[in-house]
Structure formats: C-alpha cells, structure tokens
C-alpha cells in the first residue's frame, strides 16, 4: 500500500518465536519471506519486538509450582505462563536476521514491566498501560492498519483489535502470521475479529 495513511505493523518476528526458540510458535519462520515481500508494498512500515525483563510475571519460572501453558490469576486478570522468552538483550529476543524491513519507520518495545505483559503493540495486559503506538500513528496520520506477524492468536490478534477499538480501519493478513493455537485461540481470535470489524486477508490480495 504505497499510500500514505496505510502502515504495515510487523509484529514480534523474534528468534525465540521461531523454531528453535524458546517460545517456538509451529512454523513461525515461515511468515519470514511472506513479510519480506508484503512490505515492498508498504511505504510505511512499523514493527514492534516483545521485550521482557529477567524474571517477568508471564515467565512460569515467576511463579513457583506452575508450568508454562497454565493460567494463574494476577492484578489485572489471567495471564498465560509462558517458557521464560524475549528477555531483553538476548539472542532469542531479537528480530529475526532473514526479515528484511530496512524502510521500516518505528520498532516499539512492549512487555517491559516486570508485572504486566503486553500482547498488545499498543496497550499492556493491564488494559491501561499505553505503549505510545497509537499516539504516534495518529500523530503520523495514518487511518489504516494491517498487521502481520507472530502469533496470530496472541500478539497478532491483541494488536489488531486495539488498532479496531483505536478507530483505525484494521487488517490481519493471515498468510503472513503464523498461529500457537492453544485451547482453540485461534478460531476464538477470528470470532473476536469479526466481532470488531477487523478483516481477514491474504496478502495477494494486499495491491501495491
Ligand atoms: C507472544 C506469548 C508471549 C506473541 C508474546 O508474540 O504472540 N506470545 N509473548
Ligand atoms: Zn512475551
């Protein structure tokens, strides 16, 4: 979309959301080549990148006697535990080497409260916390919204629906995202989306 109130939000294209990584999402490497070639019909593309401090409140290792995978009541609700991932300054928290973003504009970080997680690029867990994404695009004039990028039922699916409730128009282009799919999430994140008026897409259907 080589308009200019059309972004494209890379999300969380991390090692340790790769396989191999410590939060692997099942062929999440894949989204790689389909994103490299989404975003040359971008002229405006942001990412963002999980960020999360040793020891952070969705890590199972925080919380003794759990397991990842399990959910455990905190102050703002249920949190999924996760293995310990995207711990800031290490390898599996960096940003894929084969994804090829160079003329992306902005990489915000989230996830960086010891307390609160953030799936979302734009509001923490706590549903009050803002990362500042949602300032900067209206600062930068943008209205539309596409999102690609890991995981589809959890990062992917929460960005999407705060770009919707922000009042962009909002696009998930499923090819270029890759699922955990854990007790059905991702049906229950496309319910969600068409709940809130965001679309479904391939991104052949994406012109440039
Ligand atoms: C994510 C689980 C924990 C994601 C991040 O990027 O979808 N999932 N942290
Ligand atoms: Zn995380």
Request: proline share 4%; aromatic share 10%; glycine share 10%.
């Amino acid at each position: 979309m080589s308009d200019e109130k059309s972004v494209l939000i890379v999300v969380d294209v991390q090692n340790d959301f790769c396989p191999g990584g410590a939060l692997a999402v099942p062929h999440g490497d894949e989204v790689v080549p389909v994103i490299n070639a989404l975003a040359q019909k971008f002229r405006h593309v942001a990412a963002t990148q999980d960020w999360h401090p040793k020891g952070h409140i969705s890590f199972a290792s925080s919380h003794p006697g759990h397991k990842p995978y399990e959910v455990v009541e905190v102050a703002y609700g249920p949190q999924v535990l996760w293995p310990h991932h995207c711990v800031q300054g290490s390898r599996g928290a960096r940003i894929v080497d084969g994804l090829s973003i160079p003329h992306a504009e902005l990489l915000i970080r989230k996830g960086y409260y010891k307390d609160t997680d953030s799936y979302s690029g734009f509001k923490e867990a706590d549903r009050v916390t803002r990362t500042g994404l949602a300032g900067y695009l209206r600062e930068r004039g943008f209205t539309t919204v596409y999102c690609a990028g890991l995981a589809t039922d959890f990062c992917v699916n929460w960005t999407a629906l705060d770009a919707a409730a922000e009042g962009f128009k909002t696009f998930v282009i499923e090819d270029a995202c890759r699922a955990i799919d854990l007790n059905n999430s991702l049906e229950a994140a496309r319910a969600g989306w068409r709940k809130a008026g965001v679309t479904a897409l391939l991104s052949a259907e994406v012109t440039g």
